[in-house]
């Protein structure tokens, strides 16, 4: 069974602190790892996807990877309210595209 | 904007009736993917087309249904309509197969049934 689990949340932070969103996942068999933002009412958007072990960073985004936890997180540093929204983990079994979703964390930023 | 639009962006029906949902995915894509996203969740896999074949299914019935089309469209139906049926399916297109990092969703349809 492919599963994805994320921190139930929501998480609040304060404008400007750095915001930590995690995911486990069940199976080892996954190469991808992907974050999506969401925002209410609107369809899922990339924001990071990560392969390999170790960090990957893009701007004020940073995601880590852990195979042999099979840990996954998303940190966002200087957080604004702009970046409120439900964050979305999935993993991509039998082809990065078939994707295993998470069921979401809500991030609120406030001003 | 991802090139991905979908249609109807809302619809109503009622428990066993018929849906047909419907994605125009970018020139070049060949590879699209249908998900459900009941409120609250995360979105589901239901299938994936590659090349007007189907490549790979979720754990999803046989009343999900699909077709891709060589004009870079593709259907979702869906028959026999349950209450559980009703949340946002969205489509996603992407150039080739293992390009999950170039996968784009499309605005999704919000179906309720009654």
Redesign the interface.
Known sequence: QKE?EQNSGPLSVPEGAIASLNCTYSDRGSQ?F?WYRQYSG?????IM?IYSNGDKEDGRFTAQLNKASQYVSLLIRDSQPSDSATY?C?G?W???????????TKLTVNP | ETGVTQSPTHLIKTRGQQVTLRCSSQSGHN?V?W?QQAL??????IF?YYREEE??R?NFPPRFSGLQFPNYSSELNVNALELDDSA?Y?C?S?PD?????T??????TRLLVL
Request: charged share 10%; aromatic share 14%; net charge neutral.
């Open positions: 994805v991808s992907f609107k369809s899922p958007e990339l996807f979305l999935a991509g039998g082809g990065s595209e078939k994707l295993v979703f998470g069921k979401g | 590879t993917s998900y609250g969740q995360g979105p589901q896999f994936q490549n790979g979720g946002l969205l996603a992407s197969i293992g390009g999950g990092e996968q784009y969703f499309g605005p999704g």
